[in-house]
């Protein structure tokens, strides 16, 4: 949609001018025309004693928009793996689905045939499979134009994707293509009974505000969603659906992968994975302190240690470890909070862990509001205590 002069009918009167809030219309060769500034607001559609000023909507808008049909995910796999937040997605998804009275769909580029299978019993209807060379590792350019063209061809009215490093790499590409609004980040979603559209519910503002977004004239609808927040669907073995073969034969791409090397570490890390995760903030003072968080991890086996973002940028920690809006979604069983005072871009990050425990000298941190379990102590005299407990039980 977009607002526009007819300039058979504009006078020239100016009239329209005041009312703009953004100094948006100017006068050109006598006639009113709105510029680049213009934001929607419409509040010169009223005040034209001509009639010349209109909202226009795009006819392809429209055309799109009554076709779309069905709810679509894109299934991510990592090194032939699917990537766990797929089936967060399926389960997002079929609830989605389930509301609006449709179909729902999977799309899977590499992986194998039985990966492909096995998003049936997550709860797809359909999946549209590409085991081809060219998807077996992630090239944007191959992956936007695989996936726009099969959006074009079979209209989907939703697609979803994780807002993982490759869904925030190539889905905004897929948006800007078909000419369709894309939601980043997504917290939550849900559909509006009355006009089917489907709402975006995202943290805005750092997370000071939650705002809720909608795409009513195009489609898809698009979005990506944090990983973590969304819950699995019910898995079904018997269930079966449609596999759809795709091919990426055809595709233009500028570039190609040649080789992915991945970052060694001595230490694995997979946050969003962990069910337990001890994490550092400035509080634990350096290297020293996040060693003592690396030993209560040790201690606790399988335990993974994350940070603020406070201590990844005093370099204490590599931003791999980073939880919070600007780092890694997580929702573990048990959340442990070291040191860390609770500013809202953090708390965006882990506030859905089952169990919060939170270590901090100040009663007042906003940590505490949030933990299950709150200590006002030192960590440096709570830690060695915790740690020598959980050895001598295991002991036993």
């Keep these: 949609m977009f607002i526009r002069v007819n300039k058979e009918r504009c006078s020239g009167c100016e009239t329209c001018i005041a009312s703009c809030p953004y100094d948006a219309i100017v006068i050109r060769d006598g006639k009113a025309e709105i510029t680049e500034m213009c934001q929607m607001c419409r509040a010169c559609l009223s005040v034209c004693p001509e009639g010349a000023i209109g909202e226009i909507g795009e006819a392809s808008d429209v055309k799109e928009k009554e076709e779309g049909r069905g709810v679509w995910i894109f299934a991510e796999q990592r090194d032939g793996v699917v990537a766990p937040v797929s089936f967060e997605l399926l389960g997002a998804g079929r609830k989605l689905a389930d509301m609006l009275g449709t179909d729902l769909s999977a799309i899977l580029f590499g992986a194998s045939s039985s990966d492909a299978a096995e998003l049936f019993r997550w709860g797809a209807d359909r999946v549209y499979h590409c085991a ?3 998807v077996r590792g992630f090239a944007d350019e191959v992956y936007a134009g695989l996936l726009s063209d099969l959006v074009r061809q079979y209209r989907p009215e939703i697609v979803l994707a994780g807002a993982t490093p490759i869904g925030r790499s190539f889905l905004p590409r897929v948006a800007a293509r ?4 894309l939601t980043a980040d997504c917290t939550s979603l849900a559909i509006d009974v009355e006009s089917k559209n489907l709402l975006q519910v995202r943290p805005a503002f750092g997370g000071n505000i939650m705002a809720t977004i909608l795409c009513p004239h195009t489609r898809p609808q698009m979005a990506t969603v944090r990983p973590r927040v969304m819950k699995r669907g019910e898995y079904d073995a ?16 500028r570039a190609r992968v040649i080789e992915t090397v991945k970052e060694v570490s001595e230490v694995a890390i997979n946050l969003q994975e962990a069910n337990i995760i001890i994490s550092g903030g400035r509080g634990v003072g350096g290297e020293k302190g996040f060693n003592m968080l690396f030993e209560l991890a040790g201690a606790l086996e399988g335990a993974c240690v994350g940070a603020s973002r406070a201590a990844v940028d005093e370099g204490w920690i590599p931003y791999r470890h980073q939880v919070g809006q600007t780092g890694k979604t997580v929702s573990p069983k048990l959340y442990i909070a070291c040191g860390i005072s609770g500013a809202v871009q953090h708390l965006v990050g882990m506030q859905s862990s089952d169990i919060i425990v939170a270590i901090n000298r100040n009663p007042e941190a906003p940590i505490f509001n949030v933990a299950t379990y709150g200590i006002v102590a030192d960590l440096f005299e709570v830690l060695p205590l915790l740690i020598r407990r959980i050895r001598e039980v295991k002991g036993k």
């Design 132 to 134: 081809d060379d060219a």
């Design 238 to 253: 018997s269930k079966k659906g449609e596999m759809v073969r795709v091919s990426a034969e055809g595709i233009q791409t």
């Design 178 to 181: 078909l000419r369709t609004g």
